[in-house]
């Protein structure tokens, strides 16, 4: 029910709600995913939001709804997709809804709604936050099958970290059409460290992800506004001043209205929010004040058990506040403040015993009944309301509850700072411990699972250096062991290095042969493989593997012998390395575990890439992505698949589709080391194609520029690499020279195959650039390099191309290249030996050669490689023939062409040609690349040139 302080013209608000009806229809055709709506507290978000929705449920849209509220800071995790998904639950029933998922999904949901049963179990508690995720993401996608589907989600900068990863993951990887996800958020609660400020700039960066800002209201809507509330046109002074009062924040017109225009305007506002609620009768006020306790929306029966009014007592108390529309009516019998600026401002006005006393009440009753609140929510209001009220111990039990439940429902993010109220309180609660059966060590052990879960490194590291300064490594090593671990992996994720030691340390704290040990070996093995430290690397892992067979652990047998299989790979030993992996695979499969099924795919998908079967990688990956959904482990080795399918890609000059899988795998939110690993791929085809800037800011972001020291040989090697093909590109020989020098300087070097035999030929050009200006320097690096080469294998037919590059046997190099379907490393062979036949006099061989490498460029878009052999062409003095431009571009480049010279952008360009944006900058890339140009203005001047928008 409305009041007559609410206009009933809508007003100022025509544009915005044009633009939300236009992602709309770019939603329904797959072109949009989400709407990020900002706005100042009181201007008017809600409102237009839900004109849109009236306006779409109307044309045929299903719309659900769910909204942040302020107690998910305190840990009510998936709050929006809880209130959502209990929506559809009572329009369709948990049998329809379970059925549009696959079977056994619903265990899923189950953690969030008990009507869909016992939730799953695995005890893999990434694999299933991960799996939750793509839940929500299927239900959304069977639900747009047949019928427009838009999820309203308000006020999200009070989300919790749990749903701000969801909204993220949302809105990165839905892209099935009729779907649209509208969110809100107030723009004046972002300070500088609100979480939200990352997600709002990483989704910006999404195609198909739109942001909207609402502005204030001018001084003649306003003026619209009061005329709609007052039923006539005000005067000019009286719209002045309410004008000026207010600053076109329409909640505050309200209030001003609703004050009497002739009234002294209330100074601050809270008397402005306020000044409705004073009004209203006393006893009124006195149970909006115990209904602001409970928060933004509290349900009717809880509402009356604490204020002990019978309920026409409470209906006869709430209909003025109704009437004033300040309380609204939702569903379920709930009241729901009309903004949450009146609750805040109603909250805030409690004295300090009153404030303890409506939370202790709230408390109480929610303990006597926890049907009270909606399902699954009873664990975090208790412990929000006894934390309210002051009490010690009830405030530490029900946090220790509420993050035993958060953490059940993968919210570990949210499981934090409740376990963090656990650790405050404990020493004024004298038995803490028998109270909720664990010492404060176990609650720290328990912050730090949870916080290296949640990717919360520093809060991790943290933990776990109170819970190790609390235990005796002499009585507990087992436990010691397992908190020096947990600490060795923060280290490693936030890119620090040297952790061997601490490892070394954890193993010397598990000499007997327990699991335990087994464990802690599993970990130090893995990491001396990628160390470079093969021979103690080996070791353990037999030493693991004997024991994990004695005890019969298969599951830690099978990550032994992936790591066993990463010690081949690195060694040069590929043949083996597929042969280990396919017995950690049987394993896997003959456990039922996932997580092995998954990583040794992953590694099976690099294995093959390096023996040049590059279509059986790109097939196994296609399997390994699969699986990794099937067993909720996408972030994991999903990731990790991700990235072996773009190294494919990229070696066999698939760059396109290697950037799109890198993008793909950047929005999974990868952990550092793994986004260093996919942001090296990208700068190979940015190198590749001369996006030096691209290639600088990555060598920058992953720390090879400022020369951050690596552990891992594989990660030293590549990063090298890069930046030697950068200075070399750059037209720097010498500085590239002297990074040569000081990874050759190095005490060992990579005895992986071809990543090895692959810097080695890069090596070997750098030397050529320099023989003439430092010759002496190039000799030496040319005699270090032979001192590698001669201990080198030659693992596989990728390898063996390399060697021929090194050795200078450019014409086999590129033979063998073109066998393996690697055009840019064939185009490059080929330049170089065409090269060597000019330096000969053999100018037609040269043009020949010349004649095959030029299109492998040309179809790359490989700039560089293009200027290269269009240079060397000329000094030969063989033309190359042009095709004209109109023969040269396809009729669909012709027709962005036709748009580019016409200044639309990138979205307009998409929109009128109903593509996509991302697609459309692939047209504008090869236009450019095709017509020899580098910037859109040139593009149009040479379409006009050539006369190609007039055929």
């Not at 009806?21 to 237009?48: H, M, N, P, Q």
């Not at 060697?803 to 330049?831: I, M, T, V």
């Not at 037609?844 to 269009?870: K, Q």
């Not at 040269?888 to 040609?913: C, F, H, K, M, W």
Request: aromatic share 4%; hydrophobic share 45%; charged share 25%.
């Amino acid at each position: 029910m409305l009041g007559r302080s609410v206009s009933p013209v809508f007003v100022g608000r025509e544009e915005q709600l044009a633009s939300l009806s236009e992602v709309f229809d770019e939603a329904r055709k797959g072109a949009a995913t989400a709407v990020l709506l900002g706005g100042e507290a009181g201007v008017g978000k809600t409102r237009l939001v839900q004109r849109f929705v009236e306006q779409a449920a109307r044309d045929g849209a299903r719309v659900l709804y769910g909204g942040c509220v302020e107690l998910s800071t305190e840990g009510l995790a998936y709050a929006p997709f809880t209130a959502a998904l209990r929506q559809l639950v009572r329009e369709q029933g948990p049998g329809q809804v379970a059925a549009l998922l696959p079977e056994g999904a619903e265990r899923d949901l189950a953690r969030l709604l008990p009507e869909f049963g016992e939730p799953s179990g695995d005890g893999e508690t990434d694999a299933g936050r991960a799996r939750l995720f793509e839940q929500f993401l299927t239900l959304l996608e069977r639900l747009a099958d047949n019928r427009p589907t838009i999820l309203l989600i308000e006020d999200i900068h009070w989300a919790d970290r749990s749903s701000r990863d969801l909204i993220a993951f949302l809105s990165r990887n839905l892209r099935t059409p009729q779907v649209l996800i509208v969110m809100t958020y107030r723009s004046d609660d972002l300070h500088r460290q609100h979480p939200l400020r990352p997600v709002l700039a990483e989704l910006g960066r999404v195609d198909g992800v739109y942001r909207l800002d609402l502005p204030r209201l001018t001084r003649d809507e306003v003026a619209q506004q009061m005329a709609g509330i007052l039923g006539n046109a005000p005067e000019y002074p009286t719209v002045q001043k309410v004008y000026d009062r207010s600053e076109g924040i329409p909640l505050f017109v309200e209030a001003l209205l609703d004050s009497g225009a002739d009234s002294v305007v209330p100074q601050s506002m809270q008397d402005l929010i306020l000044g409705a609620v004073e009004r209203l009768p006393e006893e009124t006020q006195r149970v909006l004040r115990m209904a602001a306790a409970g928060g933004t929306r509290v349900g009717h029966a809880l509402l009356a058990a604490v204020s002990g009014l019978s309920d026409i007592e409470l209906e006869t108390a709430l209909r003025p506040a109704i009437a004033g529309n300040v309380l609204q009516i939702a569903d379920n019998r709930a009241y729901v403040f009309r903004h949450a600026l009146i609750r805040e401002a109603v909250h805030e006005e409690l004295l300090p015993g009153e404030h303890q006393r409506l939370h202790a009440r709230y408390a109480e009753e929610i303990s006597r009944d926890r049907a009270l609140v909606p399902p699954g929510r009873a664990a975090v209001e208790l412990a929000h309301h006894w934390y309210g009220a002051r009490d010690d111990l009830w405030a530490l039990v029900s946090a220790w509850e509420a993050a035993r439940k958060s953490s059940r429902a993968f919210a570990y993010t949210e499981a934090i700072p409740l376990l963090e109220r656990v650790l405050m309180l404990w020493d004024r609660v004298p038995d803490a411990a028998e109270r909720i059966g664990a010492d404060h060590t176990a609650v720290l052990e328990r912050a730090s699972e949870a916080a290296q879960a949640g990717g919360e490194l520093d809060r991790g590291i943290k933990f776990v250096k109170a819970a190790l300064s609390q235990l005796d490594e002499t009585r507990e090593p087992d436990r010691v062991a397992k908190l020096i671990v947990r600490w060795a992996g923060f280290k490693v994720d936030k890119g620090k290095t040297c952790v061997l030691d601490d490892l070394r340390h954890a193993l010397r704290l598990v000499p007997e042969p327990t699991l335990d040990r087994v464990e802690v070996v599993m970990t130090i093995s893995r990491h001396l493989m990628l160390s470079g430290d093969l021979d103690e690397g080996f070791a353990l892992v037999e030493e693991g593997l004997r024991l994990a067979r004695e005890l019969g652990d298969k599951c830690l047998e099978g990550d032994l012998l992936l790591n066993q299989a990463l010690g081949h790979s690195i060694a040069g030993e590929t043949e083996a390395t597929l042969a280990t992996n396919m017995d950690a695979l049987a394993l896997g499969h003959q456990e039922g575990s996932g997580r092995l099924i998954t990583r040794a795919i992953g590694n099976n998908i690099d294995a093959l890439n390096e023996l040049g079967r590059w279509q059986e990688a790109l097939d196994l990956s296609e399997e390994g992505w699969r699986l990794s959904k099937k067993y909720g482990r996408l972030r994991v080795s999903g990731l990790f698949v991700l990235n072996n399918r773009a190294e494919t890609l990229e070696a066999i000059g698939r760059w396109d589709e290697a950037i799109e899988t890198v993008e793909r795998a950047l929005n999974l939110g990868p952990t550092l080391r793994k986004r260093h690993h996919l942001l090296r791929v990208r700068a190979d085809v940015a190198l590749g194609r001369g996006d030096l800037a691209l290639v600088e800011s990555i060598l920058a972001e992953i720390g090879v520029l400022k020369e951050r020291p690596e552990d891992f040989v594989q990660d030293i090697t590549n990063s090298t690499r890069l930046r030697i093909g950068w200075h070399l590109s750059r037209g720097e020989p010498d500085q590239a020279l002297a990074v040569a020098e000081r990874v050759l300087a190095r005490p060992a070097q990579s005895p992986k195959a071809m990543l090895g035999w692959r810097l080695l030929s890069l090596l070997k050009s750098v030397c050529d650039a320099s023989e003439g200006t430092e010759p002496a320097r190039a000799r030496t690096v040319r005699k270090q390099a032979a001192e590698v080469a001669s201990r080198l294998k030659v693992s596989g037919p990728v390898a063996e191309a390399y060697r021929l590059s090194y050795s200078g046997d450019f014409d086999a190099a590129a033979a063998a290249w073109e066998r393996l379907s690697r055009p840019h490393n064939q185009a490059k062979a080929l330049l170089r030996a065409a090269a060597l036949s000019a330096r000969s006099g053999d100018r037609e061989g040269a043009a020949s050669r010349l004649a095959v490498a030029a299109p492998l460029a040309a179809a790359l878009r490989a700039a560089p490689l293009i200027g290269e052999i269009e240079a060397l062409s000329r000094r030969v003095g063989v033309g190359s023939h042009q095709q004209e431009g109109s023969e040269l571009l396809t009729p669909r480049e012709l027709e962005v062409l036709r748009l580019v010279a016409l200044g639309r952008t990138n979205r307009d360009i998409a929109s009128e040609l109903f593509i996509s944006a991302k697609t459309v900058s692939v047209h504008v890339s090869n236009i450019l690349a095709k017509l020899g140009v580098t910037t859109r203005g040139e593009a149009a001047a040479a379409a006009h040139r050539l006369s190609l928008l007039t055929r």
